[in-house]
C-alpha cells in the first residue's frame, strides 16, 4: 500500500512541474474554455497514471489520490479543466478498470461527484491555500463514504482509513505547497516577460519589441509585396518641458502622448516608444502618400490636445515627424530606418511642429 501510494506522490509531483513548464507557454485564460479543456484531457490522463498504481482493496475495488489530479485542474486551470478531469477518470474507471460493475459505477459516480463539488468551491472567493485543502478534505471525505459502500468491513477499513487519510493529508498539504510555489514562479514569469517588452511608463511596446515586430513586419511586407511605413516622432523642446515642471511632469506628458498615438492608429499598428521623448509608429500595408496623411493627423491631434500636469493645469505640446516607406522611398529595414531618422532631423532643423516625409524612388 505504502509504496503505491508513494509512486501515486511522485506522478502528483511530476505533473505538477511538468504543467507549470506547459502553462509557461500557453496561458489558460486566452481562449478560455478550450483551454480548460485540454487541460482537463491531460489532467485526466495523469489521473489514469495513478489508477495504474492502485491499491487493490477487494477483486472489484481500487484505492488511490486520483481525486487529486481534479484538484490540480480546478486550481491550475478552472472550473472546464476540473470538470473535463473528472469525467475522463470515470469513463475511464469503467472502460479500464473492471468494466461495468456496481463497484466502478459508484466509483465513476464518486469521480463526477467530487468534480461537481471541486466546479463550486473554484468559484468561492477564498485563498488558494484554502481551496485546495477543502477541495482535497472534500475529495478524501467523498471515497472514504465510498469506500464504506462498497467495503463494508470495520477490519479493513480501519487500516485504510488510517493510512489513506493521513498520507493524503500529507500529500494534499505537499501538493498545495508545490503547487502555489509554482503558480507564483508562473506569475512572476509573466511579470517579467511583460517587463522585458513593454515600457514601463507608458504601456507601449519598448524598443527591445519595437524591433522585434519591425523585424517580423518586414519579413512580412517582402513575402506578401506590401508596403509597411514608419513614422518617427520626438516631442519638440522636451528638456525644457522637464526643466520646467519637473521630470513628474515630463513623465506624465509621455503618458498621455503614448494615449494620444494609440487613438490615432489602427488596431494592427504597432506604436512604440523606443526612449527619452522618441516614438515610432510602424504601418503594415500602407502606402507612403497613406502614411504621410496619418502623420499629419498625429500632428494635428497632439498639436490640439490639452496635456495634464501633476501638479494641476495643462499645456500645450508639438512633434517633429519622420516618415518612410518600404518599398516605395526604401528598398531595406536599414533605409527605412535611417530614411525615418533623417527625415526627423530634417523636421527639427526646419523649426520643428512639421512632418517630413522620404523622397520616393523613381521606379525604372
Not at 173 to 198: D, I, P
Not at 308 to 319: D, F, M, N
Amino acid at each position: 500500500m505504502l509504496r503505491d501510494l508513494f509512486v501515486n506522490s511522485c506522478i502528483l509531483v511530476t505533473f505538477i512541474f511538468t504543467g507549470s513548464l506547459v502553462l509557461q507557454k500557453r496561458v489558460i485564460e486566452q481562449h478560455r474554455w478550450r483551454n480548460q479543456v485540454l487541460f482537463g484531457l491531460v489532467a485526466g490522463g495523469m489521473g489514469i497514471v495513478l489508477m495504474q498504481f492502485s491499491v487493490r482493496v477487494t477483486a472489484t475495488t481500487i484505492l488511490d489520490m486520483r481525486h487529486l489530479a481534479v484538484v490540480l485542474a480546478a486550481i491550475f486551470a478552472g472550473p472546464g479543466a476540473a470538470m473535463t478531469t473528472a469525467v475522463v477518470l470515470a469513463i475511464a474507471r469503467i472502460l479500464l478498470f473492471g468494466g461495468l460493475s456496481p463497484s466502478s459505477e459508484l466509483a465513476a459516480s464518486t469521480m463526477l461527484l467530487i468534480g461537481l463539488g471541486c466546479v463550486w468551491l473554484t468559484q468561492r472567493s477564498w485563498s488558494s491555500w484554502r481551496k485546495f485543502t477543502i477541495m482535497n478534505v472534500y475529495g478524501l471525505s467523498v471515497v472514504s463514504v465510498t469506500l464504506y459502500l462498497l467495503v463494508r468491513d470495520w477490519a479493513i477499513l480501519r487500516r485504510l482509513y488510517v493510512f489513506y487519510w493521513i498520507f493524503g493529508l500529507l500529500m494534499g498539504a505537499l501538493t498545495t505547497y508545490l503547487t502555489l510555489y509554482v503558480l507564483r514562479v508562473r506569475a512572476l514569469y509573466f511579470q517579467l516577460e511583460e517587463y522585458s517588452t513593454k515600457d514601463f511608463l507608458t504601456g507601449l511596446n519598448n524598443v527591445r519589441k519595437f524591433d522585434e515586430v519591425f523585424n517580423e513586419m518586414m519579413n512580412q511586407a517582402q513575402v506578401r509585396e506590401e508596403q509597411l511605413s514608419l513614422l518617427l516622432l520626438d516631442i519638440d523642446h522636451f528638456k525644457q518641458i522637464n526643466d520646467t515642471y519637473g521630470h513628474p511632469g515630463g513623465d506624465q506628458v509621455l503618458r498621455d502622448l503614448g494615449h494620444v498615438l494609440a487613438r490615432a492608429c489602427r488596431s494592427f499598428d504597432v506604436v512604440s516608444r523606443n526612449g527619452g521623448e522618441e516614438f515610432t509608429m510602424l504601418l503594415p500595408d500602407c502606402s507612403h502618400e497613406q502614411a504621410c496623411e496619418v502623420a499629419e493627423r498625429v500632428r494635428r491631434m497632439v498639436e490640439k490636445h490639452l496635456f495634464r500636469l501633476p501638479a494641476g493645469g495643462t499645456i500645450r505640446i508639438s512633434v517633429s515627424i519622420g516618415v518612410a516607406t518600404y518599398s516605395e522611398t526604401a528598398q531595406t529595414q536599414y533605409e527605412v530606418y535611417q530614411q525615418a531618422d533623417d527625415a526627423l532631423y530634417s523636421a527639427k532643423r526646419l523649426g520643428r511642429n512639421r512632418v517630413i516625409s522620404a523622397q520616393v524612388r523613381s521606379r525604372s
